[in-house]
């Protein structure tokens, strides 16, 4: 088990400098994703699991973050194991879009309002796949010159592109439609109907749904590893949040991709995820197969959550929430951070920081009174609805 | 289509504003001493000044007077100016050229480094370069431009020599035709280094200190769009895509950045006209500013109203050019008030 | 629909609680606004210049008859910064460059403080008559701001003020002729968005008149943009009233800081700096120290600011 993973987060440490002191965002966080695995990172807003997501591709800005410890480690298909925190930024641009891609939350957001939908999944091509689309194109890549390149990957302004393709017209337009041929193929390997028409149009054009498979079109163009999506349904309609899944998970079982899902939508994880790790205030309090873990919480914020989800059973208009409020992560105490707001909370619980570790196969905890807290039993007809925290 | 619905709107309304500005300069006659002081020159007979009295109705009531007035000015005549001492439409064209000629250097500057200078303090926000061109915007908004143009003169042309006063050297100036008026096109287009260099030396100076406070707001609102645009998520997406920082910057921040800009630099050409003024009279630059000022000195209504309607018609023709390249920049435009 | 009595309930609840929400609120601002070190530095300046106009006379003993006009000293004209006692020197009249700063300071906010003050006044009420009324009214006075605003400000001022002829009290007439328009705009502007948010609705179902939705609906909420732009125009009234008396549009030797950086034009070329740039120098303090507050004030108070 231990063998298999593709991706091995290690006591990453995320912290961001502000006037008012610093924020620690994310605070020793541990956890695996396999090869072709589905792992879903739940926790409320501000949990730090954007932000864990995001260090995955080191895309945390970095005045005013840092990546303060820890390690993040991607394994090659040859056995050979990167540290994403400590590679050079060329090998980590080889790595984003090619091995690790993302999707954001809101597709009307992440689309560039001002370039046509090719153009930008062109770009991904152009990054990566130079040579594809050079062969493709019927040339040989070794006697590309460097205006070829330029050409493809659209560094040239539009005067000197037209200048360009009047004068090696057949060069030219063999590269650009090698370059159309892919995007087009790519929009239509994720069920995109008239992928020529998408093309040309520009996002406004077209509408949330649409553009949320865009983004996974473009995301998935080189064939990735592993695909972080954040939060990709929260921004659509609840008929289109189901469709979009489904697709993710077919083209997950095509490719054998592992997929991240960064959510606060317990029936995702419960319909998706093989296995789920939970956050709170920039921790880890629990990672286990999904399943179990919803059945039998063995965190008391885990057990919270759940407890906090209306369900067949809850009488109207109670909603069993939590009290007390997530705590500032502004220069936190050592302890606990559930500390204050746990009914089982005791002494101990005050003065330190609970560790993550095993208690049974596969299953980690960070509590130091998980015994007592979760003896209430299992959940099974607990199980969350269609609905959110 | 709801843009050209706009735009033909705008254009539409163009006639009619021009109307209530001529209403404006037709009162601001009236207030001098004696109203065709605007038409006649001293080399008139007293029977000629009467004659004009005649025809622009001066002793009718105003309404007609205005009519009379605006015929004229539609026909062509503009009255007598005093300091050209000649009739106005004979001067204003070249005195016009002159002017554009210098707007569209200092503009050119203005424009290319303000966007530069703004994208990357929006870039590299509150650190060293973002000071820099704040430092830069505020005193470029506070600094008056005749005075700058004195602080640059002295060191320039009165130290160096690098830079001479004037817009041409006499010799070189008339060596060559002039088609177009800017003398820099007229050079180019005459094969003459020798006089495109002279149009140059000339042009370099008034230029950069009329550019100055133009650049001003622009950097300014180039940096705050920057700084909008490097924090939207499409930033974050076109990173993750694995692209490098410079074409994410150029290609995803700064094309939609450059948006709202074109509204600011459409505003900075009014900076600029006005700015001309001075930067004409110190550096004795022959255009409409330098006219202007010198008809201010010595009473010239004529010339002053003439430069008002023109100024008026030119800065309400680039604003609305400018407001035609917005409506078709930006895709998702949706218009209206 | 919304329950009368509920919404009632709710506007009492808006307006009585509004003195202490107030108070406590412009204190919030106003710290605010002084933690920013560029703003404080600005109104260490305004109050530079405050002081020195309010206490000219003892500064720089006044010329008779004309405070206004240097004191000319024929014995000592041109004469360097720091010789003969006169600290920034003197200009070709043997008038001290000092006096001339010191009681321009007057000159400069008799102007920005009458400019401003007419047409912010003047501009909010046509501006709130436009967008109060509606209708035809507001169609043709915003036509007349148009027409007004498609001629450049220095430009317009420049016209007036030479028709009237070349005195300081014209050129403040010119301006604020010219500068109402932006307020109208602004104003109506703000009048209109605060129209369409609920909670005038929600008054207008309780009945209150217009005028009492005005006053304390709408004007409370509408003021923030007037307030930066009317800090932001102390500075450029005196830019441009700077520009305008360079140019020759007041009358000779009076000690306004644009006209004497004019009259020290001539001695530049002959090397004596100081009369221009010192002159000089005093307008851009001026606009700079309210650029700066007027800034500062715009950060705080205007929500679409950069904040992240």
Redesign the interface.
Known sequence: MEQDWLLRVRNLSVRFNSRKGTVHAVDDVSFDIAAGETLALVGETGCGKSVTARSILRLVPEPPGQYWSGQIELKNSDGSVVDILAASMDKVLEIRGERISMIFQDPGKALNPALPIGRQLAEVFAQHRLEMIFSDAGLNFSTATKLDKKFIMQRLNRVQSSAYALLRKARASALEKAMANAVEQALADTGIPNPQKVMISYPHQLSGGMKQRVMIAQALACDPDLLIADEPTTALDVTIQARILKLIREMQQKRGMAVLYITHDLSLVREFADRVAVMYAGRIVETGESLRVLERPRHPYTEGLLGAIPHRRTPRGELAAIPGSVPQLLNPPAQCHFASRCKWAAEACKQVIPTLLPIENGRLVSCLRFEEATQSGAHEDLMPARAEL | MQVRDYLLRRLALLPLIMLGVSVIVFTLTRFTGSPVGIYANPNMTPEEVEALEARYLLDEPIPLQFYAWISGVLQGDLGWSGVSVAPVTDVIWSKFAATLELALAAGFIAVFMGIALGTVAGVRRNQLPDHGARMFSILGASTPTFWFGLLLLVPFYLWLDWFPLGRSTQEIFTSIPHPTGLYTIDAVLALNPQAFFDALRHLVLPSVVLAFGAMAIIVRMMRSSMVEAMSEEYVDAARAKGLPDKVVIRRHARRNALLPTTTVIGLSFGFLLQGAVAVELIFRWPGLGQWVTSAVLSGDQATIMAYVLVTALIFMTVNLAVDIAYAYLDRRVVLGE | MTDASKVQGMTRVTRSSITGVKLRRRIEVGREVLSNPLTVIGLAIITGFLLMAAFAPLFAEPNQPDPYQSPRDWSNIDVPPGVAGHVLGTDSTGGDVLYGIIWGSRLSLQLSLTVVGFTVIFGTIVGSIAAMRGGKLDNFLM??V???L???????A???A???GPAFSNIILALAAVFWVKYARIVRGEIIKVKQAEYVASARVVGDSTWNIYRKDVLPNAWTPLVVQATLDM?NVV?IG??LS????AQAGLTEW?AL?SSG?SG??A?E?WV??FA?LA??LW??AF??VG?GLRDVLDPKT?G?
Do not use: H
């Open positions: 036509r007349v148009d027409v007004f498609s001629i450049p400000e220095l430009i317009f420049l016209a007036i030479a028709v009237l500075g830019l700077a520009t360079f140019i020759g549009l644009g950086v034009q530049l070329l090397g700096w221009s740039t000089g307008v851009v606009a700079l650029n700066l800034d950069e992240r």
